[in-house]
């Protein structure tokens, strides 16, 4: 069973920086690629990154240049670095497990996902 558990959410003011962490467990984590979405309330959850089994990212249009995500194989965790933070990236976070190696912006290629962290910015 595949567990995710992300963490380092929080409220920062607008302009200030985050690292949200996720800790995977159940399989061999460097054999898939893995995502962050987040969902603000009263809106459907949206694709913000994703890195592959062998390190190619991809990052949503709104937090290109600001946002990066990373992995650490030998520790089986993804990270979000989140930086010049925005109102509107106020949001529940979560991080998912893909189906395979490729990375993908669609929540049906990944088959776990985590409890969620809240991110709040203040203007």
């Known amino acids: 069973q595949v567990q995710l558990v992300e963490s380092g959410g929080g409220l920062v003011q607008a302009g200030g920086s985050l690292r949200l962490s996720c800790a995977a467990s159940?399989?061999?984590?460097?054999?898939?690629?893995m995502g962050w979405f987040r969902q603000a309330p009263g809106k459907e959850r949206e694709f913000v990154a994703f890195?592959?089994?062998?390190?190619?990212?991809y990052r949503a249009r709104s937090v290109t240049g600001r946002f990066t995500i990373s992995r650490d194989n030998a520790n089986d965790s993804v990270y979000l670095q989140m930086s010049s933070l925005k109102p509107e990236d106020t949001a529940v976070y979560y991080c998912?497990?893909?189906?395979?190696?490729?990375?993908?912006?669609?929540?049906?290629?990944?088959?776990?996902w985590g409890q969620g962290t809240q991110v709040t910015i203040s203007s």
């Open positions: 159940g399989r061999t984590f460097s054999n898939y690629a």
């Open positions: 998912a497990a893909g189906r395979g190696p490729y990375g993908s912006m669609r929540m049906n290629d990944y088959s776990y």
């Open positions: 890195i592959s089994s062998s390190g190619s990212t």
